[in-house]
């Protein structure tokens, strides 16, 4: 008897506007793949955490992103992507 293995969350198809664009290529060269990493967690994610279409707005990694989602189409659609600051009295 053979067993199909689990299937596989259907992934979100994540795009960015052009003012997403310019942010991110703004991004130190450092910090870019922490960025690719967030996109790749809200692809994979599907930002269960807000419903609906939004706009929405998570912080993740030291990332602010705010975003549309289309449940239907599987696409998040990143509108703006900005580092958060610290704030003096945080820790590193």
């Known amino acids: 008897m053979s067993t199909s293995p689990p299937a596989l969350p ?3 198809r994540v795009d960015l506007t052009p003012e997403a664009w310019r942010e991110v290529g703004c991004v130190p060269a450092k910090d870019f793949q922490v960025l690719q990493d967030v996109m ?3 692809a994979v994610e599907g930002t269960p955490y807000e419903q609906g279409e939004g706009p929405h707005s998570i912080t993740v990694a030291g990332f ?3 975003y549309t989602r289309d449940d239907v189409a599987r696409i998040l659609t990143l509108h703006r992507v ?6 003096p009295d945080e820790a590193a």
């Open 40 to 42: 790749q967690l809200l």
């Open 10 to 12: 259907p992934y979100y």
């Open 64 to 66: 602010e992103v705010q």
């Open 82 to 87: 900005a580092r958060v600051l610290r704030r």
